[in-house]
């Protein structure tokens, strides 16, 4: 009988506590010179003190809802999330034409480019619930290569991945800067990087002394971590839900590293 009573008590507790737990959400809007930008913040408001920070930045179709989602996720699991808005309030698309001339826009100039991903990081850095000192970044396609200017800036990361995003190997001025530990997820079989590609990005990189991780999963393509990507129809971007899943693993393990005290 006292066996089932702390049962009881102990599942009331538990469940009393998730019932409390909860992510909130709510967009952000913030400027970078005379652009208005809007990003999705996210984090479990049970969660008491400063945190870890994560901020995301998207695919090449601008803030989306799945950008949106994987803040969310971050949420649940303890981060303070900001999905950043590298384009502008409100554009976001499903066309590859159109997608593909704003993010020309944005990386043709690598100093403009850096700048306003670094206005969407100044945005989580001063989010009273994020320890400035303890942020990482993550992207996806346009956005893993982002992640990796970032680093190259020497902002203030603890880390960042790409997910299947283009690998630009830094110069060694670059290399120079970087204070963030690099993680690139990658697809063996996406047709947009070939292979002269990656032994040129391992050469470089072998030679900077930087602390990177590259893994590459096999049979995907580009975008496999976006259950979406086949309703593009472009022959390139192909959902993987092994690698996916996979990759998201990788992530979590290597933000335990970064992230440790």
């Given at each position: 009988?006292?066996?089932?009573?702390?049962?009881?008590?102990?599942?009331?507790?538990?469940?009393?506590t998730a019932a409390?737990?909860?992510?909130?959400?709510?967009?952000?809007?913030?400027?970078?010179?005379?652009?208005?930008?809007?990003?999705y913040l996210a984090?479990?408001?049970?969660?008491?003190?400063?945190?870890?920070?994560?901020?995301?930045?998207?695919?090449?179709?601008?803030?989306?809802?799945?950008?949106?989602?994987?803040?969310?996720?971050?949420?649940?699991?303890?981060?303070?999330?900001?999905?950043?808005?590298?384009?502008?309030?409100?554009?976001?698309?499903?066309?590859?034409?159109?997608?593909?001339?704003?993010?020309?826009?944005?990386?043709?100039?690598?100093?403009?480019?850096?700048?306003?991903?670094?206005?969407?990081?100044?945005?989580?850095?001063?989010?009273?619930?994020?320890?400035?000192?303890?942020?990482?970044?993550?992207?996806?396609?346009?956005?893993?290569?982002?992640?990796?200017?970032?680093?190259?800036?020497?902002?203030?990361?603890?880390?960042?991945?790409?997910?299947?995003?283009?690998?630009?190997?830094?110069?060694?001025?670059?290399?120079?800067?970087?204070?963030?530990?690099?993680?690139?997820?990658?697809?063996?079989?996406?047709?947009?990087?070939?292979?002269?590609?990656?032994?040129?990005?391992?050469?470089?990189?072998?030679?900077?002394?930087?602390?990177?991780?590259?893994?590459?999963?096999?049979?995907?393509?580009?975008?496999?971590?976006?259950?979406?990507?086949?309703?593009?129809?472009?022959?390139?971007?192909?959902?993987?839900?092994?690698?996916?899943?996979?990759?998201?693993?990788?992530?979590?393990?290597?933000?335990?590293?970064?992230?440790?005290?």
């Open positions: 009988m006292k066996l089932k009573l702390a049962i009881t008590v102990l599942l009331s507790v538990l469940l009393g409390q737990a909860k992510v909130v959400t709510k967009p952000v809007t913030y400027q970078d010179d005379n652009a208005t930008l809007e990003g984090y479990d408001d049970s969660v008491k003190g400063r945190r870890p920070g994560v901020l995301v930045v998207h695919e090449w179709w601008g803030l989306n809802d799945y950008a949106r989602k994987r803040a969310e996720q971050l949420a649940r699991m303890g981060y303070v999330a900001f999905a950043l808005d590298m384009y502008g309030k409100g554009k976001a698309t499903t066309h590859p034409q159109e997608a593909g001339e704003w993010a020309r826009q944005i990386t043709a100039n690598v100093d403009f480019w850096g700048e306003r991903a670094l206005a969407g990081l100044k945005v989580l850095e001063k989010d009273p619930r994020v320890d400035p000192n303890r942020i990482a970044a993550i992207g996806y396609c346009f956005g893993g290569s982002t992640v990796q200017e970032l680093a190259y800036m020497g902002a203030n990361l603890r880390g960042v991945v790409s997910f299947h995003g283009s690998l630009i190997p830094p110069t060694q001025d670059q290399a120079k800067r970087v204070k963030a530990k690099i993680l690139i997820c990658h697809g063996a079989a996406d047709p947009m990087t070939k292979p002269e590609a990656i032994q040129n990005y391992i050469a470089v990189m072998e030679k900077t002394g930087l602390d990177w991780v590259m893994i590459i999963y096999g049979g995907a393509k580009h975008s496999f971590t976006n259950p979406d990507a086949d309703k593009a129809g472009m022959e390139a971007l192909k959902y993987s839900k092994s690698a996916d899943q996979r990759s998201w693993k990788h992530m979590k393990d290597f933000f335990d590293e970064i992230f440790a005290k």
